[in-house]
């Protein structure tokens, strides 16, 4: 038998997620057992630029799905559905495409789950195309005149169970929203509201009916034009389901009015065995980088780290002499040379934390809150003030941070009011969660998303606590003196289950804190280092 050695470079990644939390990865397919080493950085986290001319994908590790990205000048932003998390829409910065800062969240009130946005600058004003998951489900839109806002109130344009808005303007000037499943409608002028009705233009290609998918859904058209060309990407396969559901397809029209021609080497990205390092990839913008190159940004599930979301993923681009492109990375296991020209950014933010500042938005954000959350929230003193609310993190609503390493570990030092409970979470949603609380009196451990054991409790109101996920494995250890000493706490867990397909909804499992009860718990010294 023979096999390929792209196979047989995949077959040494595949073999379990311990394998790919170990920090290294496959470089070459000449020869597999040459590895490189993640690049770390702040708490030791890996990012994608290894410092030699090359990158490594995720390009932002973590749960950063449906990247929607805007090129402004030597500017580039970016930013990802966020769902249940506000302050929301947090917009990302680079300006070589490889490094990336946070810098604030654009949608601070809750309208609903917020799913895959368009980003867009029309006559030096910026635009955010908003799908939200609610009762009804709609489209939304806000606007500023600077990327860092302020931002409009969220106007309703009323587009009823439509989702994934890619905004686009024609070679006569008129402005659209394309939307999933080949449909469009027209925008007015000023982007703020819809002409007429939706309309069917565009049939996406169809895979065959032998593959391993989640289902059709076409979704997330994004609109490029190059050229004397209108480019459409489309997502197709489902989300998430089976790892060689989601894939990528493309097709082309001269006008923005069609027709739309298939690409004749459709899908132009799809994930073929589960052995390969990324899953269900689609979700794909094009974009040019400094040195005119040409690259496609989109998510993938890491092979057997459903738990870390999707995360967002950058592929060299070519174009070919018949007007079309192609992605040239394959699976993208191996570092890929990066664009160049730019300036190189400090990469991404410690997500240790001293609460000198409340940094809402750019790390921290509340899942589900209600309007009144943010108040809940204020730094004093190095200490962070979190207002207690429910009874237990169901009802809560915690203060979640996204981390993309498949080993870290986190701590802090709790304080509770008299009556109160807090503790340390890994949050998927409000009925899939585990972590460790306590009262006065007695520990209360989280798991299943459900409160199962209540031990006693040596250290009354005040303790730092200590979380460790190690390739999901989940322990606890409790200090009494500043961590100083440690203790290992008698439970632990295991959550590799704790994902999307399991329970639905897109996320990621997120590490966080809560405060439930009456009073406010006293949050200082947040830790975090990737393992």
């Not at 994934?164 to 925008?187: K, M, N, Q, T, Y």
């Not at 986190?410 to 306590?438: H, M, N, R, S, W």
Request: charged share 25%.
């Amino acid at each position: 038998m023979t096999i390929s050695r792209r196979d047989a470079m995949t077959a040494a990644l595949a073999g379990s997620a311990l394998a790919l939390g170990s920090g290294r990865a496959v470089a070459s397919e000449a020869a597999p057992a040459q590895t490189v080493d993640w690049k770390r950085g702040l708490d030791n986290q890996r990012i994608a630029d290894l410092g030699e001319g090359r990158f490594l994908n995720p390009l932002i590790s973590g749960d950063r799905p449906d990247p929607a990205i805007l090129k402004d000048g030597a500017d580039y932003y970016m930013t990802f559905s966020t769902f249940e998390s506000y302050p929301g829409i947090t917009i990302w910065h680079s300006r070589d495409l490889i490094n990336w800062q946070p810098r604030g969240a654009a949608l601070t009130r809750n309208i609903g789950s917020v799913w895959a946005v368009s980003l867009e600058k029309h006559k030096g004003r910026y635009f955010l195309y908003i799908p939200i998951k609610a009762e009804p489900n709609s489209i939304f839109v806000i606007h500023a005149n600077s990327i860092d806002g302020p931002w409009s109130d969220p106007i309703d344009l009323k587009l009823h169970n439509h989702i994934d808005p890619c905004h686009a303007v024609g070679e006569d000037g008129s402005r659209w929203l394309f939307l999933s499943g080949g449909d469009r409608i027209r925008l007015s002028d000023d982007g703020l509201s819809t002409v007429g009705a939706v309309e069917h233009v565009y049939d996406p290609w169809r895979y065959p009916d032998t593959w391993d998918v989640e289902g059709f859904a076409p979704e997330g058209p994004k609109i490029h034009r190059h050229g004397d060309w209108f480019y459409m990407l489309t997502a197709v396969g489902g989300t998430a389901g089976p790892p060689t559901g989601h894939m990528v397809i493309a097709a082309r029209s001269r006008s923005i009015h069609g027709p739309w021609e298939q690409h004749p080497n459709n899908p132009l990205v799809h994930t073929e065995s589960a052995e390969e390092r990324w899953w269900s990839r689609g979700h794909a913008s094009l974009v040019e980088a400094p040195d005119k190159s040409w690259w496609a940004l989109y998510h993938g599930y890491e092979n057997g780290l459903w738990t870390l979301g999707r995360q967002t993923l950058l592929d060299p681009v070519e174009w070919t002499a018949d007007g079309w492109f192609r992605m040239t990375g394959g699976d993208l296991s191996q570092p890929i040379a990066k664009p160049r020209g730019g300036q190189a950014l400090p990469h991404g933010m410690a997500l240790s934390d001293d609460f000198r500042d409340l940094k809402l938005g750019a790390k921290w954000n509340f899942f589900r809150p209600a309007p009144d959350e943010a108040s809940r929230a204020r730094v004093e003193k190095g200490a962070l003030i979190l207002k207690g609310r429910g009874t237990a993190p169901v009802d809560s609503s915690p203060l979640l941070l996204i981390a993309g390493d498949p080993a870290y570990e986190f701590q802090c030092d709790i304080e509770i009011a008299p009556g109160g409970t807090a503790g340390l979470l890994l949050f998927y949603d409000d009925k899939l969660y585990c972590g460790l609380g306590f009262d006065e009196t007695r520990f209360v451990t989280h798991q299943y998303g459900i409160e199962r054991g209540r031990p006693a409790n040596p250290h009354g109101r005040r303790m730092t606590m200590k979380v460790t996920n190690r390739h999901h494995v989940v322990s606890y250890h409790l200090s009494g003196d500043g961590g100083k000493t440690w203790s290992r706490f008698d439970r632990g867990m295991e959550v590799s289950g704790y994902h999307h397909n399991v329970r639905g909804g897109f996320l990621m499992l997120r590490p966080g804190l809560y405060a439930a009860g009456p009073g406010e718990a006293r949050f200082r010294d947040f830790r975090f280092r990737a393992l």
